[in-house]
C-alpha cells in the first residue's frame, strides 16, 4: 500500500487533486493508495508531547506510515519552503520509527522556477527521519487548471503517465524494502 500524503489544507489544492488522481491510477495499475487526511487534525508539534500516550491525531498518522509500503507526498512551497501544517506533519514523524527506512517520494506540480524550496526542506527533513528516498520518483510535474478533467482529475495522459512511473517506482521500492 502506498500512503499518499498532501502538504496542502486548501481546498481545490492542485497537491490534492494530483494525489486524488495518483489513487485512481494506482488503482487501475492493481496498487492500493489511500490519502492520509488527517493533516488538520494533528496538533501543534511540542516535543513534550511526544511520547506516550500520543494523542489519537498523532498516533492515526503515524500508524498510517507505519502499514505503508511507501510514501508519496505531493505539497506546495509557500514563502520559500513547506506549508506550516505540513511540516508540523513531518515533525511529527522524527521521533517515531515508522518512517525510517521507508521508501518516500515526492511529485512537485508548481509551474517551472518554482518548489524548490519545498524539495530542499523535503530532503532536509525526511534525511532526519532516516525516510529511503526513491531520488527517480521524486520528479516535477506541472499541472496547471488546463490538465484537469471535469471529474476533478488529472486528464493529461502524460502527467497520469508520469504519476503510473513514480507509484511503479515506488511500489518496487516498498516490494524491495519488505
Known sequence: MILLLSGSLRAGS???LLLRTAQVV???AGVRAVRYDGLGRLPHFNPDDDRDPLTAAVAELRAAIGA???????APEYAGTLPGAFKNLL??????????????????????????????TLRTVLGYTGAAIVEAACVRVPVGHGDVG?????????IRRRVGEVLGLLTAAGAGAA
Open 68 to 74: 505503508a509500503d511507501g510514501v508519496l507526498i505531493c
Open 91 to 120: 515533525d511529527w514523524t522524527v521521533g517515531g520509527t515508522e518512517i525510517c527506512d521507508k521508501p518516500v517520494a515526492w511529485v512537485n506540480v508548481a509551474a517551472p522556477g518554482r518548489g524548490q524550496g519545498a524539495e530542499a
Open 26 to 28: 494506482a488503482a487501475d
Open 14 to 16: 492542485v497537491n490534492e
Open 150 to 158: 471535469e471529474d476533478g482529475l488529472v486528464a493529461d495522459p502524460e
